[in-house]
């Protein structure tokens, strides 16, 4: 006995040896190394480095801090991923419990008759215990491969909460933008209105052609349409926000206000790429399949070595109940299975080998994109800056002119027309400053997005290194 267990634990230390389990040690896929970013010196940063966890309330408005609450408690995009994370949660569970034992019990009776034969009857009571035993840590080494999805679940919801926050921040944005369209339009409308009345008058009275009351009852019809417009897309705006605060489209009223008066330009977030890799969201949930798809690999190794289980049996059966639970019989079958040629595990090993370096790649891609995302919004937010100098110079300038020529009418010097034209000058000028405040919101928006939002930084390491 003692010759045949020394014998078997020769064959499993020799198989053992023969299977190529080695594992290099777990670590971050390389990328391309960043020290700056190229845009950042002609902004104004914050005086903070980290970005704050509730990052939205720099923009000082409490109705935009009530919606971004309102989203977060009630988005379903968000709810779908809070419940994935249970998903990843429970499937822990169940890798763990690969390497307990299991149990079955059983119960059974069988009734014969054959023609010349008594009746018999049999009862029958069984159970039977199965264990593998998870020498080699394949198991284990499953479970932590689920702990690495799970960590990327969780990365993943906070993706979503960055991206809900930021598309609450820039419809709930557009909204103000177009409120304030709205306004100026309309009073560009009415003011459109009187002069087409004042036209009216003077083609009675011989003074003004028909075709000048054309050209200004045209322009009446223009701006009239260019507001319904802007109200449609406000409505489109507003039915979008109801979505994201999780309501029915068109039960949300959104009180009309001022875009320039409520909400105020934040100082830009300082980060660094470095920090970036660890703070952003996508970007630690793609290292967590990394490791994931690694914990696999080596799950597939381990597969390849010899494994032991032990069954264990024992029932008892009758040709009476009455005397049913009077005898026993037990039984204890050990076993090893020794994979000596099996191709499915070799080529699930390469299989995961295979995966690994598509996730390692799709980690690389995550980056390349998280770093282009922080280059655009800081060229975006420089170039809406500067922008908006110029745009501010421009409305000081026509309205001076629009000032000037409204007086020069007045006293006969120049026509209406001219008067109409330069307000329509103006209105665009205005409209354009207005549209450039909107941008520079989103752009720091955007940026704080990009930066990783506020979340902590989250190393990835291996669990079977600690």
């Known amino acids: 006995m003692r010759t045949f267990s020394a014998w078997i634990v020769a064959m499993l230390l020799l198989l053992a040896g023969c299977a190529d389990t080695r594992m290099r040690p777990y670590a971050q896929p390389s990328v391309p190394a960043r020290t700056a970013w190229a845009n950042s010196a002609s902004l104004p940063l914050s005086k903070t480095e980290l970005i704050v966890p509730d990052w939205w309330r720099e923009f000082h408005d409490p109705y935009l801090d009530g919606l971004v609450s309102r989203a977060l408690a009630g988005n379903f995009d968000l709810a779908v991923l809070a419940a994935r994370i249970g998903v990843a949660d429970a499937q822990i569970a169940e890798a763990r419990a690969g390497a307990l034992p299991t149990l079955d019990a059983g119960a059974g009776a069988s009734f014969e008759k054959s023609t010349g034969q008594p009746f018999v009857k049999q009862f029958n009571l069984a159970t039977q215990t ?13 479970v932590q491969a689920q702990q690495a999805a799970f960590s990327a679940t969780e990365a993943d919801w906070r993706a979503g909460y960055l991206k809900l926050v930021a598309d609450v921040s820039t419809t709930y944005f557009q909204i103000l933008q177009f409120d304030e369209q709205i306004d100026q339009q309309r009073g560009a409308l009415a003011k459109n209105r009187d002069i087409l009345a004042t036209y009216r008058a003077m083609e009675q009275n011989g003074l003004l052609p028909h075709t000048r009351v054309l050209q200004q009852s045209a322009e009446v019809n223009r701006l009239g349409t260019d507001l319904i417009e802007l109200q449609r897309l406000r409505a489109l705006a507003a039915n979008a926000l109801a979505t994201l605060i999780g309501v029915p489209a068109g039960d949300l009223h959104v009180a009309p206000g001022r875009l320039q008066e409520r909400v105020r330009v934040p100082e830009v977030p300082a980060g660094l790429p470095a920090q970036l890799l660890k703070r952003r969201p996508d970007v630690v949930a793609a290292e967590y399949r990394v490791l994931e798809a690694y914990d696999l690999t080596g799950q597939a190794k381990l597969a390849q070595l010899p494994s032991i289980s032990l069954t264990g049996r024992g029932g008892t059966s009758s040709f009476a109940l009455s005397t049913l ?14 994979p000596i040629f099996d191709p499915g595990v070799k080529a699930h090993v390469h299989t995961s080998e295979a995966q690994t370096r ?12 998280a770093f282009e995302d922080v280059e655009n919004a800081l060229v975006n937010l420089d170039a809406h800056r500067r922008q908006r100098a110029e745009l501010q110079q421009q409305v000081d300038q ?20 001219e008067v109409f034209e330069t307000e329509r000058s103006l209105l665009g000028a205005q409209l354009a400053l207005l549209a450039n405040q909107q941008q520079i919101l989103s752009d720091t928006v955007t940026l704080y997005k990009a930066l990783g939002g506020g979340w902590p930084p989250v190393e990835v390491a291996d669990a079977a290194r600690h």
């Open 130 to 142: 199965n264990w593998d035993i998870d020498i080699w840590g394949k198991v284990e080494k499953g």
């Open 325 to 338: 639970l009077k005898s026993f019989t037990f039984g204890l079958l050990p076993s090893i299975n020794f």
């Open 358 to 369: 598509v996730a390692e790649q799709a980690y690389r891609q995550t980056v390349m994109a």
């Open 398 to 417: 026509l309205r001076l002119v629009a000032t000037t020529t409204d007086a020069q009418r007045k006293e006969g010097v120049v026509s209406q027309l």
